[in-house]
């Protein structure tokens, strides 16, 4: 067997490898910025759906994203039994499961927006259905030969196709869960509820930043020429810039350096750099890195400002860095990387390539958020609601939905059970500024 063929499928398979240890980053991130009584139940949701959406990657997914058909969506593949694909270089199953990867980490993402309120039966319905209705579509359209394909979209590893499609549904998914009880006052005045392990936080971030290597770096799907490396270099240099531009404005604007909001320049900068780690130069890696530290910072205010709930931040964090990010390589690709499309408008491509990006940000955007709201409120009908009601979001999700607590040791269960014992439900929220929650 040819070595070239081999090292390939070796590389990816080790990138596959990463992507897949960040579904490990993304339990620490949920359940350290959320609270305790929620722990277990935030960690076993995330291992079971990213189950549900392996099987629904090979029974439908993939010949959706990648089989043979029209430029909306492919017909072919279904159900893949591990054949090699003639001209790929490297092994099918291996960049099989490199795909399958991408499609658990949006749907991860996605149930940022679902945190602390809704009832693991609605995980289960929209993990299948965003699977199947949702990325594949946008997948195929850019990475799949379709039509945003066909315009030239620059989306290296999936700043829109993963990130910007999972915030899309997470938006739609804390419109209609509405915000967790106690998170604003009744003058619509916002209440900090604070992340129960800042430590877990901080664990999760280095695990993303270290897997994001497989996730940029592996999307070159080849050792010639070890390309992958400038892609890593690239992507490290944006995690950077996000990290140090994140806890300089926090510093500046409420005057004491914000380790929370550090953690999330640093991811927002893996955000950015998604799309473009191949086709810019370092320094440009740097600048798309500071911008999208200080954007995030921006976004998360903005987005509370306007009543939304967002546990996590993945609207800011994956949807306005993926959209800046997306945006970024219509400034700053070069004529030497730009593989795919034309150079930037700082390199002389004008604003061609500017406009195939927005492009692609509008309607990606657009279809993963229309279609995400129509299936849950689909859902919110048929399934009696989407959040569990108000005692249980109390009580935490660990009791209400699995009888369980994620720290057995410091909570009788017991007590738990028969009611008699109280669960801190908001942190260091007082309860007479709860609002109830609605179904």
């Known amino acids: 067997m040819d070595t070239v063929f081999l090292m390939n499928s070796l590389w990816v398979m080790i990138s596959a490898v990463l992507v897949i240890l960040m579904i490990g980053g993304f339990i620490l991130l949920e359940t350290g910025s959320t609270r305790m009584k929620n722990a277990g139940h935030i960690a076993g949701k995330t291992i079971l759906t990213f189950g549900i959406s392996s099987i629904v990657f090979w029974a439908v997914g993939y010949g959706l994203v990648f089989g043979e058909g029209n430029s909306i969506l492919g017909f072919s593949d279904f159900f893949y039994s591990g054949y090699d694909v003639e001209g790929l270089g490297l092994s099918g199953a291996v960049f099989f499961l490199f795909q399958l990867a991408f499609a658990g980490?949006?749907?991860?993402?996605?149930?940022?927006?679902?945190?602390?309120?809704?009832?693991?039966?609605?995980?289960?319905?929209?993990?299948?259905l965003f699977s199947v209705l949702v990325y594949p579509f946008i997948a195929h359209w850019i990475w799949g030969g379709g039509w945003l394909a066909e315009h030239g979209k620059q989306d290296f590893a999936g700043?829109?196709?993963v990130h910007l499609t999972g915030a899309m549904a997470a938006l739609a998914a804390t419109i209609l869960l509405k915000p967790r009880i106690g998170k604003f006052n009744k003058d619509g005045s916002a209440n900090n509820i604070e992340g129960h392990n800042q430590v877990f936080t901080a664990l999760s971030v280095l695990l993303l930043w270290v897997g994001w290597f497989g996730f940029n770096a592996g999307s070159t799907v080849t050792v010639d020429g070890a390309f992958f490396g400038f892609v890593a270099l690239n992507t490290n240099l944006a995690a950077a810039a996000g990290t140090v531009a994140a806890m300089l404005i926090s510093w500046i604007v409420l005057g004491k350096a914000d380790v929370p909001m550090m953690l999330n320049g640093a991811l927002a900068g893996l955000v950015a750099i998604t799309a473009s780690c191949a086709f810019v130069d370092t320094w440009a890696a740097v600048v798309i890195g500071l911008i999208a530290g200080i954007l995030v910072f921006y976004s998360i205010r903005f987005f509370e400002s306007r009543k939304i709930d967002d546990p996590i931040f993945a609207l800011s964090v994956h949807g306005t860095a993926g959209v800046w990010g997306t945006l970024s390589t219509g400034f700053f690709a070069t004529p030497e990387l730009a593989t795919v499309g034309n150079p930037g408008l700082f390199y002389g491509g004008g604003l061609e390539q500017l406009g195939v990006q927005a492009l692609g940000v509008v309607a990606s955007g657009a279809f993963a958020f229309i279609v995400s709201f129509i299936i849950l409120s689909f859902m919110k009908i048929t399934m009696k609601g989407l959040r569990v009601t108000e005692e249980e979001e109390i009580i935490g999700l660990d009791i209400s939905e699995h009888g369980s607590y994620g720290y057995?040791?410091?909570?009788?269960?017991?007590?738990?059970?028969?009611?008699?014992i109280e669960i801190p439900s908001t942190g260091n929220v007082p309860l007479s500024s709860q609002q109830p929650s609605v179904n």
């Open 105 to 128: 980490i949006s749907l991860t993402i996605a149930f940022g927006g679902f945190a602390e309120r809704a009832k693991l039966s609605v995980y289960l319905v929209f993990a299948l």
């Open 408 to 420: 057995p040791e410091l909570v009788n269960k017991e007590a738990a059970a028969k009611g008699s």
């Open 159 to 161: 700043s829109t196709v």
